[in-house]
């Protein structure tokens, strides 16, 4: 889809820009330095587009994953990467300075139940996203494009992408500067292992 900017010079002269690149990586700096302000990336791309996007990959021993009945993850007796792998992928364009991650979720998925420990913003881009916010999911709002949501640190929510999937934005509030910890809850959408202690070790 071409996308057309008009620019006015002068009040009267103007100048087009029929078709704006995919993708073009530019770094602004006018020689002047007001206070912390330097070179800022700059990259234009379609979100929506296929290109640009790789699978999400969840480990079982990351470190900042714990669950919710008690320690890591690791310890949990649910498979993370059999649950989650193939169906998360993560946005390669988008400009991790900014502190944005772009996802995209595969059609009538469900992540399962969490918590993360800092305010959070997801803005729907494309398809369509459930959210049950709230310790037993009082809370339901069904987003489309353009639409967003915004959730406490350590309430807890679950997301449902529509029948197309969800490409959506999402960013956390990490100021001052922290670490994104996700405690997970055992609420059903999980894959077990077929082994496992129901006794969790404290970090």
Not at 64 to 77: R, S
Not at 78 to 84: E, F, H, S
Request: hydrophobic letters at 35%.
């Amino acid at each position: 889809m071409a996308v057309t900017i008009t620019v006015l010079l002068f009040g009267t002269q103007k100048a087009q820009v029929k078709t704006r690149p995919i993708q073009r990586d530019v770094l602004v700096d006018q020689g002047r330095r007001l206070d912390n302000h330097g070179q800022v990336p700059i990259s234009f791309f379609d979100l929506l587009a296929d290109e640009g996007w790789e699978p999400l990959e969840f480990f079982q021993g990351d470190p900042t994953f714990y669950w919710n009945d008690g320690g890591f993850i690791a310890n949990a007796p649910v498979d993370i990467a059999a649950t989650l792998d193939g169906a998360i992928w993560r946005s390669s364009n988008v400009e991790p300075a900014f502190r944005w991650q772009g996802r995209r979720i595969r059609p009538n998925f469900t992540v399962p139940k969490r918590h993360v420990n800092h305010p959070q913003l997801m803005i729907v881009v494309g398809g369509q996203l459930t959210v049950e916010y709230g310790v037993n999911g009082e809370e339901t709002r069904q987003l489309g494009p353009g639409e967003f949501w915004t959730g406490d640190a350590k309430v807890p929510f679950t997301i449902t992408s529509g029948p197309e999937g969800v490409t959506y934005l999402e960013c956390w509030d990490l100021h001052p500067l922290g670490l994104i910890e996700t405690t997970w809850y055992d609420d059903g959408h999980w894959k077990r292992l077929e082994h496992g202690s129901n006794k969790f070790p404290q970090p």
